[in-house]
């Protein structure tokens, strides 16, 4: 698909697909300061996941409470 109609398709600004297609910037991460790991974070996810599918989904707020509690509880 040309940039161009990928732009107007997924309403995205053309220069940020470029940037994208051509590796201005890097795609494992865009943010190098993060405060959890990787592996924190899909652990993390899929305890979301699972909460939802056994019908205790969290709400965006007690999703940031819980990871606010690990973070507390492991120093950071």
Sequence with gaps: MPLGQASKTYNIPKTTLADRVYGKYATDHI???TV???D???RIAN???HMSR???GRTR???CTVVQKIL???GR
Aim: aromatic content about 14%.
């Design 61 to 63: 707020h007690g999703l």
């Design 54 to 56: 056994v019908g205790y």
């Design 47 to 49: 305890w979301a996941v």
């Design 31 to 33: 943010d190098a300061k």
């Design 72 to 74: 507390y509880g492991t």
């Design 40 to 42: 924190e974070e899909q």
């Design 36 to 38: 959890l790991s990787a």
